[in-house]
């Protein structure tokens, strides 16, 4: 039972940065990507590719963040340079995706049983701490990386084209470099964890993404209001959200009707008010 604990907790902080980069493009750029399930095989790929080669674990986590920024610039790339809609550029691109992660790994899957990782030389048969803590620390560094690029000159360029890009082009911000580099920058952190993915489990696969879009989507809208206190422009509020840890917590557990009015009406007494105040 406990065994299993630590497996969950390992493959949420996996996955937690495919809902970082989710994040970015749905929620701050306003970019609808589809383009998820491809990077994060073709991340997957490229760290595999790296690990047989000879390269350090950690090092080839490099190499799926630039093969996931490689593959968010190609839908970048169709939809402001060739005019195609934002869904459908990334359709196509997860199409494309397909046949190079087949060409990349020369086959529908890629093994690293064999090969030494960062993550396999973390792994004891009885202890998983130290994988935890070393996929903790990635998460946090990733987290507060986005936080503070999102309050440079840049990253407020990239919100402005996400809230409004009309209104950003008449303040001579170059909507299509922020949209290329922010689809980029989401596929890269999608890219890092396939990569961190292939490590743990061991193998690349070619069908390893799908419903990887599914899972950031709604990870990301399900906590997109959650404030947790650390900064008042911070990552999951900066558009003005504020609902507190404990109503998303009670929200989650109202699941009858007359739970779910005593949670509203507690909401906003206890916050909506002092937030008027």
């Known amino acids: 039972m406990v065994g299993i604990l630590f497996i969950s907790v390992e493959l949420g902080l996996l996955y937690a940065l495919v809902v970082l980069g989710v994040f970015l493009t749905f929620r ?48 970048a790339f169709l939809h402001i340079r060739l005019g195609i809609w934002k869904i459908l550029a990334g359709i196509l691109s997860l199409s494309m995706l397909y046949t190079i992660n087949l060409r990349l790994m ?101 069908n390893m993404g799908i419903g990887v879009i599914i899972l950031g989507a709604c990870r990301s809208y399900a906590w997109r209001g959650v404030n947790f206190k650390w900064k008042n422009n911070n990552l999951f509020n900066h558009r003005g959200d504020f609902v507190p840890t404990h109503y998303k917590f009670c929200f989650t557990l109202g699941t009858c009707r007359n739970r779910f009015e005593i949670c509203r009406r507690t909401y906003r007494r206890d916050c909506v008010g002092n937030w008027e105040q």
Not at 131 to 159: M, N, S, Y
């Open 28 to 75: 701050i750029l306003n970019f609808p990507d589809l383009t998820v399930d491809g990077s994060f095989v073709t991340g997957a790929a490229a760290t595999a590719i790296a690990i047989q080669t000879g390269v350090p674990g950690l090092v080839a986590i490099l190499a799926g963040f630039l093969a996931g920024f490689l593959a968010g610039s190609l839908t």
């Open 106 to 206: 020369d086959g529908p899957n890629l093994s690293l049983l064999n090969q030494e990782n960062i993550i396999s030389l973390l792994k004891t048969p009885i202890n998983h701490i130290y994988t935890i803590i070393f996929l903790l620390v990635i998460v946090l560094v990733a987290k507060f990386f986005v936080d503070w690029f999102l309050q440079t000159e840049f990253g407020l360029r990239l919100r402005a084209t996400g809230d409004n890009e009309s209104t950003a082009q008449s303040f001579a911000i170059n909507t299509k470099i922020t949209k290329f580099f922010g689809v980029g920058l989401s596929n890269g952190l999608v890219g890092v964890a396939g990569g961190l993915v292939a490590q743990y489990q061991g193998f690349a696969d070619v």
